[in-house]
């Protein structure tokens, strides 16, 4: 059975930082394209950042660039969104997803169930 299990949401302040990692079991994430979408409240679920198999390419929306960096550790079978800079407009639920190298949701076949940030102004 596939999982992806996130960690390391949580409140923090403008200007903070959080380190959110991505735990995958039943699927090897060197395999797969891997990427980060976030959902607040009352919006669609967006793209946030990507990441290619080997590491090499990676991909960010605008709204995050230079401030998030999307990693991996295939030999620890997870990935990981370093979020500096925080911004209130950050604040949303934030989730893992395992699949081809894209924006979209449909790119994606695997779903963590996802992890809250909540930035204060």
């Known amino acids: 059975q596939v999982q992806l299990v996130e960690s390391g949401g949580g409140l923090v302040q403008a200007g903070g930082s959080l380190r959110l990692s991505c735990a995958a079991s039943g699927l090897t994430v060197s395999n797969y394209n891997m990427g980060w979408f976030r959902q607040a409240p009352g919006q669609e679920r967006e793209f946030v950042a990507a990441?290619?198999?080997?590491?090499?390419?990676?991909y960010y929306t605008d709204s995050v660039k230079g401030r998030f960096t999307i990693s991996r550790d295939n030999a620890k079978n997870t990935v990981s969104l370093q979020m500096n800079s925080l911004k209130p407009e950050d604040t949303a639920v934030y989730y893992c997803?395992?699949?081809?190298?894209?924006?979209?949701?449909?790119?994606?076949?695997?779903w963590g169930q996802g992890t809250q940030v909540t930035v204060s102004s």
């Open positions: 990441i290619s198999r080997s590491g090499s390419s990676t």
């Open positions: 997803a395992a699949g081809s190298f894209g924006r979209t949701s449909s790119a994606y076949a695997y």
